[in-house]
């Protein structure tokens, strides 16, 4: 399909001629490269030739461009391909498009009506992160220049930094971050913790108290690490001051570990690449459709937490040493080049059933990452260092790719936000994430389920996913998990995993509450304490069953690696490479004991009765003063 360009009749000249006929070079250019190929394109040059026979509107040359972009894709991710000749292509084309529709606001005088974007990145210690987040931002303003930047930036973006750190040093560094993306081009605001308090006092206090549960309540002096909810719904406050027209301004909020490009697996790996323009998509559904709150999903990195990946990580990684044993370790490596094999929705999730997914019980193989001739013993020690960022939330056998289905156009009722992929127009700014109080997990899908109950399909979800990444080139110690303590040799997960039980229980409670009452009015204290019941005796008999697999699985992998008298034991002692791997995997074994076994802290809160009842307590507290709350919220609007 990557055939040179053929020549065809130049009715429109590269450059606009006296008569005022614009540029079209590169739809040119795309029709002649791949109509032959892609049918579809040559009735799309049909039709330009017949507007050139005619008096062209910039109207009709601006709107022929659409049709062209779902061509594309289709073939550009079909797999049979040259992908990016077409991505160059499908690129070229809406920089082409949006100097139309430029020349369309000077010619008649009026402004583009397109949406405005207010992106907002809440983030608390994470510079490596923030600087991979501002950068996709810019990537995708460059290669795609949704609404132009003739002043110098781009128009119709501005993004704010919404500052949760503890670190000053961190503080530091997001504002010369923002300093160093303005200079190039991305309105950016840094969103800092003064500037927030003093937003948050400027509530006037009896409705400042009732948004408490919120927002915040912490103190000028401790007005850091407020929780992720906390921290976006403020930056919702800050993007409302920098409304300027809130008929066409959407919020788009983003993670700070996630950014606006996909992964697509190719024979050498993992590639990543600027092939979604978010802003051009997202806008035309917002002017086409009566959608209030939209979400995407997330590949690359699973987005949950290791709490509920353990089980399935430890089979893959059983898995990889069963198949390593009756390898050579001197042997050239034989883990390159493996049978594709795509893990489906929620393979990560330990309790996928739970959420509506079928898993199937199998163990997925690990793809090794080095370039270059090496040996099994350099793959084992590649795979043995990265193995303890499971503990930080990365999957090394089970990423999520993207896969572009049914397009960018569709959308599918949804039911969960995902919070560091969601847009909202002003009117779906009440639609907030709540509970943020209670430092639970499952805070999106669980106000997705109050959210769906209210509005149904006006909160949508549509394919135009955010890459996750849970860590950085800078390494595990230049990041920071909340929930998650790192030691001199030890990780800790018991605040994480405690947070995970309880936002399950709050998640699945919520789920059936919805069923049974109406989320337009307050919850019922007898409704509540009835479901939690429920919900409750089913999640401890789940993970009682999680935790005895982990135990064991655990257990067989420390005989497989340390007691079975394999190969890299033998060579460990002339490979200090191998030595060192090998401590890599003990330290994941002991961390998983730590973590998962059976004094492990956090399982000992989950099976205490009188630690269960605390948060009980605070659940269905939650849930009934929630109408209540957002009605204040509601207020603000």
């Known amino acids: 399909m990557n055939r040179p360009a053929t020549e065809i009749p130049s009715t429109f000249p ?3 001629a006296p008569s005022g006929i614009p540029a079209v070079a590169s739809l040119q250019d795309c029709l002649a490269r791949y109509r032959s190929a892609l049918p579809a394109l040559a009735d799309i040059g049909k039709q330009l030739q017949g507007l050139a026979e005619g008096a062209p509107s910039l109207d009709a040359l601006i709107e022929l461009y659409e049709p062209c972009y779902p061509v594309l894709e289709q073939a550009m991710w079909s797999g049979e391909a040259d992908f990016h000749a077409l991505l160059a292509s499908y690129q070229a084309l809406f920089r082409e498009q949006e100097a139309l ?3 369309r606001c000077q010619d008649a005088g009026v402004a583009d009506d397109r949406h405005r974007f207010i992106l907002a990145i809440p983030v608390a210690d ?3 992160h923030l600087k991979a987040c501002l950068d996709s931002i810019l990537q995708v303003c460059t290669r795609f220049d949704y609404g ?14 919404a500052e949760d750190s503890r670190d000053e040093h961190n503080v530091r560094r997001h504002q010369a971050l923002v300093d160093e993306y303005r200079q190039k081009g991305l309105q950016v605001v840094h969103f800092g913790l003064d500037e927030q308090y003093a937003l948050l006092q400027s509530i006037p206090p009896q409705q400042r108290e009732r948004l408490g549960h919120l927002l915040t309540t912490q103190p000028r002096d401790r007005f850091h690490l407020k929780g992720q909810a906390a921290n976006r719904n403020l930056a919702y406050l800050k993007c409302l001051q920098l409304t300027e027209d809130k008929d066409r301004t959407l919020y788009y909020l983003i ?7 996909v992964n697509r697996q190719t024979a050498s790996g993992e590639e990543v690449v600027y092939a979604l323009n978010y802003f051009h998509a997202i806008d035309r559904i917002f002017r086409s459709t009566g959608t209030l709150m939209l979400t995407g999903k997330m590949v690359g990195d699973p987005p949950v937490s290791p709490a509920v990946m353990a089980g399935n990580f430890l089979d893959d990684v059983i898995a990889f040493f069963t198949r390593l044993a009756a390898l050579h370790g001197a042997a050239a490596c034989t883990f390159h080049g493996l049978p594709a094999h795509t893990p489906g929705d929620a393979a990560y999730h330990d309790m996928a059933r739970l959420f509506g997914f079928d898993n199937q019980p199998t163990t997925y193989p690990y793809a ?14 590649d795979f043995a260092q990265r193995l303890n960022a499971f503990f930080f939330g990365e999957h090394l056998t089970r990423k999520t790719w993207f896969g572009y289905g049914n397009g960018f156009s569709q959308l599918s009722p949804a039911r969960t936000v995902y919070p560091g992929n969601t847009i909202v127009n002003y009117a779906g700014l ?9 430092r639970l997990r499952m805070s999106g899908p669980t106000a997705g389920r109050l959210i769906a109950a209210e509005i149904g399909p006006r909160f949508a979800s549509l394919n135009m996913p955010n890459l996750h990444r849970r860590t950085t080139e800078a390494g595990l110690a230049d990041d920071f998990r909340p929930g998650v303590e790192v030691g001199e040799a030890h990780v800790d997960l018991s605040n994480e995993f405690e947070r995970q039980f309880f936002g399950d229980l709050m998640l699945f409670s919520t789920e059936e509450l919805v069923k049974r009452a109406d989320v337009n009015q307050p919850f019922a204290q007898n409704a509540i304490e009835a479901v939690i019941a429920e919900k409750e005796a089913e999640l401890l008999a789940l993970y009682q069953q999680k935790h005895d697999a982990i135990v064991e699985r655990n257990r067989q992998l420390d005989a497989l690696v340390f007691d079975a008298g394999h190969w890299w034991l033998h060579a460990a002692g002339q ?10 995997v003990r330290a994941f074994i002991d961390n998983i004991e730590r973590n998962f076994g059976e004094h492990a802290l956090a399982w000992g809160q989950i099976q205490s009765a009188a630690h269960r009842a605390g948060r009980r307590r605070q659940i269905v507290e939650a849930l009934m003063n929630y109408r209540a709350e957002r009605n204040a919220w509601d207020s603000l609007f």
Do not use: E, M, T
């Open 430 to 438: 009440k639609y907030v994430i709540p509970f943020g109080h209670l």
């Open 575 to 584: 490979a200090p490479a191998l030595a060192q791997a090998l401590r890599h």
């Open 101 to 103: 529709i430029r020349q």
């Open 126 to 128: 994470r510079p490596p």
């Open 14 to 16: 590269d450059n606009p």
């Open 255 to 261: 993670d700070s570990d996630q950014s606006l490009c």
């Open 148 to 161: 132009g930047h003739a002043s110098g930036v781009w128009d119709k973006i501005q993004v704010v930094v």
């Open 368 to 381: 090794c990452r080095l370039a270059g001739a090496h040996d099994h013993a350099a793959c084992l020690a």
